[in-house]
T-cell receptor
């Protein structure tokens, strides 16, 4: 089955700096890679996703890159703000008619310091 | 984005009783919903995949007779924890797959339900 590794487990940055979280996956058939932000005591919130037919996607301060050859994908947050502090999870999945089972990374605790 | 509602958000039950958690997709139809369990400071652990109109598919190690899943309609799936014990206390989260509209083929999560068994 799919295995997703995520690094780092914790990340502290100064407000205004950039944050990068990296994930690797094992199953070359995976073609859908969402990123979720989870605040304490709440469910994960989808912040951005990318499909395997593109290499990069950007939404305001958030961007995701995908390297299918290396099976790497990364989340980039620019101009970080204190409200970006949360746990971020990457995930990988195979989009299909009856599937879509997400395999999650272990999470990254991001702390944005003033 | 699409909205997935989970209820209750917090529940306390006595050991030995059963408790039901609901997961609803509010603005889209979801043929597939997923149930997760999450322990503090850990990642989400998939418990089962719920398919509308058919039996749920459970992950290895998850007791299907203890965690009953029903997906009776395209917008509602329920998880019933039967004969709950303190070790069942956890954060339970559902997600639903949207196949249509601008959010096509995307998975959205509910807000989670905190279960405490006393």
């Amino acid at each position: 089955g799919e295995n997703v590794e995520q690094h780092p487990s914790t990340l502290s940055v100064q407000e205004g700096d950039s944050a990068v979280i990296k994930c690797t996956y094992s199953d070359s058939a995976s073609n859908y890679f969402p990123w979720y932000k989870q605040e304490l005591g709440k469910g994960p919130q989808l912040i951005i996703d990318i499909r395997s037919n593109v290499g990069e996607k950007k939404d305001q301060r958030i961007a995701v890159t995908l390297n299918k050859t290396a099976k790497h994908f990364s989340l980039h947050i620019t101009e970080t703000q204190p409200e970006d502090s949360a746990v971020y999870f990457c995930a990988a999945s195979i989009l299909s008619g009856g599937g879509n089972k997400l395999t999650f990374g272990t999470g990254t605790q991001l702390k944005v310091e003033l | 984005g699409a909205v997935v509602s989970q209820h209750p958000s917090r529940v306390i039950c006595k050991s030995g009783t059963s408790v039901k958690i609901e997961c609803r997709s509010l603005d889209f139809q979801a043929t597939t919903m997923f149930w997760y369990r999450q322990f503090p400071k850990q990642s989400l652990m998939l418990m089962a995949t719920s398919n509308e109109g058919s039996k749920a598919t459970y992950e290895q190690g998850v007791e299907k007779d203890k965690f009953l899943i029903n997906h009776a309609s395209l917008t509602l799936s329920t998880l019933t924890v039967t004969s709950a014990h303190p070790e069942d206390s956890s954060f339970y989260i559902c997600s639903a797959r949207s196949l249509t509209g601008p959010s096509g083929n995307t998975i959205y999560f509910g807000e989670g339900s905190w279960l405490t068994v006393v």
